[in-house]
């Protein structure tokens, strides 16, 4: 059965005619050659931004010229005019030959050793250890091997005569004689001559100014520093690295070291605490308390004081403690004053009211019973004594917070490396570092002992370093000493 019999029985059309079908699409088939090394989709994106073609150009070498002439190489005869016998040698010359000037004769560079008369000689350059012999045979030996010390040491073989004692030179021996006998006759020709020193002699005068001890100290350092052991280069090593660190420390060791003696020896304020009993005034207090403390992390530097208030002071390392402790004890004297203030009655309120009128309204006059009744009531209300307060449960709060809060969060907080420390000294005392019952009185002392041990800590710090610098200078001191002997 044919799929025309099954349309048949089915009532479906007949197909559509081949002819009249639209012919298949073809693909077109691109030339072009997939890249190496990069995908499918990021290849399709290029489209027609074909890459351009470069053109490699090989390089070969170039083709020699066979048909130039080569230049002519002649064997001739020179003479070098640093020499004095005339002698005749022969080489080859590129091109034709010239009769031109030896071009090594220019490195022909002789030393101009001074000469000395027996008159020079009697007059300055006479010495014991010396001979006019000697001396003259030094002379020679420098002229001919141009100041070549090593070299006039290892010719130095002078032969003294009969009544001349034998004598072993050294090397700081020949250079000490030589420069001694040239600084002598510089000084000798210019007082004979009366011409004054020009800075070109003056250099070259004190150039020759030779220190024999110098010298031999010099070479002794030297074979004492290649003879060191492995050992001893390591502490030398170690020593440099601890001076270079304790360099690049300094400056923080400094400012360490006047912060703590600034905490050590922190005065008293002169200023008064009246302007610090309003609500208004405890908060300026707190807001230059907090500005000089942001300053003085920014900037590292010591704290400026504060405007109208003491100085704020802290130790190194803690962000509220010695400024935040000093602020807050100030805040409780103005606030306990405030509130004896308070305790004053109407007549301090009267006398504020008073005084807080213009001017075009005249006050009443004060009778003298008022003045009376004022003065028994400053007797009545007194202050109570700081030794009494806990008696009659008298207590001063700081400005409380919206909400519920612990008064253990009240307290002040250290950096995570310093309070590792103070908790592991905590726990040498036998004190937890979480209170079992947080009371204000206990939160004071624990917050105060706390600082004690933080100042304790860095009084410890300072004093270590202190102690390793006396070390260091003490051992190189020694060593100096060692070496001098």
């Known amino acids: 059965m044919s799929s025309a019999d099954i349309r048949d029985m089915l009532d479906l059309p ?3 005619p081949s002819a009249a079908r639209p012919p298949p699409a073809k693909r077109i088939k691109t ?3 997939k890249l190496d090394g990069i995908h499918r989709e990021l290849h399709n994106l290029l489209g027609e931004n074909t890459q351009a073609v470069t053109v490699m150009q ?18 001739t005869k020179f003479k070098n005019q640093a020499r004095k016998d005339d002698l005749e040698l022969h080489h080859w010359v590129r091109g034709t030959p010239t009769n031109d000037e030896y071009p090594f004769a220019k490195f022909d560079k002789q030393v101009d050793v001074p000469t000395f008369s027996k008159e020079e000689y009697d007059k300055g350059l006479a010495d014991t250890a010396w001979t006019p012999r000697e001396t003259e045979y030094l002379f020679e030996l420098c002229r001919e091997y141009d100041l070549r010390w090593l070299v006039i040491q290892d010719r130095y073989d002078y032969e003294p005569e ?6 072993i030179r050294t090397l700081e021996d020949l250079k000490e004689r030589y420069y001694f006998c040239c600084r002598k006759l510089m000084e000798l020709r210019r007082d004979a001559s009366g011409v004054d020193w020009t800075p070109r002699d003056l250099e070259l005068y004190n150039a020759m100014n030779f220190n024999k001890d110098k010298e031999i100290m010099r070479k002794q350092y030297l074979e004492r520093l290649l003879s060191r052991s492995p050992a001893e280069i390591a502490e030398e090593e170690r020593l440099i690295l601890e001076y270079r660190r304790l360099q690049e420390s300094s400056k923080k060791l400094v400012q360490d070291r006047e912060e703590l003696l600034r905490l050590l020896e922190s005065p008293l304020t002169a200023n008064s605490f009246a302007q610090y009993q309003s609500p208004q005034g405890l908060s300026q207090l707190a807001g230059n308390i907090l500005a000089s403390d942001k300053n ?9 004081a504060a405007q109208g208030g003491p100085v704020a002071r802290a130790v190194p390392g803690t962000p509220n403690s010695g400024a935040h402790a000093q602020a807050v004890a100030q805040a409780q004297q103005a606030q306990q004053a405030h509130v004896a203030g308070v305790q004053n009655g109407v007549h301090s309120t009267k006398q504020t009211q008073q005084a807080g009128r213009p001017s075009s309204q005249a006050a009443p006059a004060v009778s003298k019973a008022e003045l009376v009744q004022s003065a028994t009531a400053k007797k009545v209300v007194r202050r109570v004594p700081p030794g009494e307060e806990n008696l009659y449960g008298i207590s001063y709060h700081d400005k409380l917070v919206q909400g519920v809060y612990l008064r253990s969060t009240k307290i002040s907080t250290l950096k995570p490396t310093v309070q590792t420390k103070v908790a592991s000294i905590l726990a040498e005392l036998g004190i937890a570092t979480k209170l079992a019952m947080p009371t204000a009185k206990v939160c004071e002392r624990y917050e105060a002992l706390q600082q004690a041990i933080n ?3 860095e009084t410890k710090k300072q004093a270590d370093k202190l102690d390793h610098e006396v070390k260091v200078l003490t051992s190189g001191n020694a060593g100096l000493q060692s070496d001098t002997k």
């Open 31 to 33: 030339d072009g050659k």
């Open 455 to 457: 100042l304790l800590i």
């Open 58 to 75: 090989n390089k070969f070498k170039e083709k020699p010229n066979w048909m130039q002439k080569p230049s002519p190489w002649i064997w």
């Open 162 to 167: 009969e009544n001349e004692p034998p004598s």
């Open 296 to 304: 003085r992390r920014r900037k590292g530097a010591p704290e400026p």
């Open 14 to 16: 007949s197909q559509v």
